[in-house]
């Protein structure tokens, strides 16, 4: 018995207007009643994906941020994250913005004393 399915979400469940066709979402949903797991794959950030989802009607668990971050929209639980350090990451910050590659206008995070995050 099939209990998961993982789908990306760009260019295979929505297209580059975020709008999946009426099918897929009614896909999904036939899913849920069958006790199927739909799992959306992104390396899109937790609040836009919620988003988007949600404009559809959607709210399902999500592997986010290239596999950094799972979060099931459902619950709000986090169940999955492979994060930076706090020092490792203000260690990389540096060698970038020491080669132009990264400024405060292209770079947002949000940091506390454990760890960072970089969505």
């Known amino acids: 018995m099939i209990r998961l399915l993982a789908t990306d979400l760009d260019g295979t469940f929505w297209g580059p207007d975020f709008v999946p066709p ?10 849920e009643r069958q006790d199927v797991t739909v799992l959306a794959a992104t390396s899109r950030r937790p609040k836009p994906t919620k988003q988007r989802l949600g ?3 959607l709210v399902l668990p999500a ?3 290239d596999g950094a971050v799972g979060i099931d929209f459902r619950t709000g ?4 994250e492979a994060v930076f350090g706090a020092e490792a990451a203000h ?10 590659a990264i400024n405060a206008d292209t ?10 995050k970089a969505f």
Not at 22 to 31: F, G, I, R
Request: aromatic share 12%; charged share 20%; net charge negative.
């Open 22 to 31: 009426s099918d897929h979402v009614a896909a999904v949903h036939a899913l």
């Open 77 to 80: 639980e986090r169940f999955h």
């Open 63 to 65: 592997i986010l941020v």
């Open 91 to 100: 260690d990389t910050l540096a060698v970038f913005q020491g080669y132009g």
């Open 107 to 116: 770079f947002q995070c949000g940091m506390d004393s454990t760890r960072f």
């Open 55 to 57: 404009d559809h009607g």
